[in-house]
T-cell receptor
Framework: GDSVTQMEGPVTLSEEAFLTINCTYT??????LFWYVQYPGEGLQLLLK?????DKGSNKGFEATYRKETTSFHLEKGSVQVSDSAVYFC?????????????FGTGTRLTIIP | DVKVTQSSRYLVKRTGEKVFLECVQDMDHENMFWYRQDPGLGLRLIYF???????EKGDIPEGYSVSREKKERFSLILESASTNQTSMYLCASGTFWESSGNTIYFGEGSWLTVV
């Protein structure tokens, strides 16, 4: 079945450091890939997505590129801020005639220290 | 703004009780979902529904049932709560043709403790 593997946390970085959170997937066909973010005490928000190979999703300074050859969708940000502290989830969805559902990774907790 | 509202943020129930978690969305979405979130396990899909009175099992349906009598409301039911159902429950909704993630919206979650 479909699965998503992302790097275990927690990850602690200093403000303005470079961030990478690794994500790889297993799925048949051509899934869409997503990063969701969960701030403390809140639900999940879509951060970015990519729907086909070599697509790059970007939002709020975060980027991720859909690499089909390595089945990866790593999240990057050049200079993190304290406000980026959150839990980040990688997810995939395979087309299913409108009944798509998301399969999530286990989440990576990110803490940014001033 | 789209809103997915979960009726209770925090609940404490006793083992064996019947528990209802309610979710309402205000965007006329066809698809609705219930996930549970546990440390180290991420989000796991319990049930989803793509239309009124329709439901599909997710990855971990055992011990749960759902009800979708109206399009805007999707209820998760724990028939006889057990301690291993202590978790955070997240409801989500999305549109029929765009539910591949770009318009899936999540509620704030319901923290359920079963004692």
């Amino acid at each position: 079945g479909d699965s998503v593997t992302q790097m275990e946390g927690p990850v602690t970085l200093s403000e303005e450091a470079f961030l990478t959170i690794n994500c790889t997937y297993t799925a048949t066909g051509y899934p869409s890939l997503f990063w969701y973010v969960q701030y403390p005490g809140e639900g999940l928000q879509l951060l970015l997505k990519a729907t086909k190979a070599d697509d790059k999703g970007s939002n709020k300074g975060f980027e991720a590129t859909y690499r089909k050859e390595t089945t990866s969708f790593h999240l990057e940000k050049g200079s993190v801020q304290v406000s980026d502290s959150a839990v980040y989830f990688c997810a995939l969805s395979r087309p299913n005639f409108g009944n798509e559902k998301l399969t999530f990774g286990t989440g990576t907790r990110l803490t940014i220290i001033p | 703004d789209v809103k997915v509202t979960q009726s209770s943020r925090y609940l404490v129930k006793r083992t064996g009780e019947k528990v209802f978690l309610e979710c309402v969305q205000d965007m006329d979405h066809e698809n609705m979902f219930w996930y549970r979130q546990d440390p180290g396990l991420g989000l796991r899909l319990i049930y989803f529904s793509y239309d009124v009175k329709m439901k599909e099992k997710g990855d971990i349906p055992e011990g749960y049932s759902v009800s979708r009598e109206k399009k805007e409301r999707f209820s998760l039911i724990l028939e006889s709560a057990s301690t291993n159902q202590t978790s955070m429950y997240l409801c989500a909704s999305g549109t029929f043709w765009e539910s591949s993630g770009n318009t899936i919206y999540f509620g704030e979650g319901s923290w359920l403790t079963v004692v």
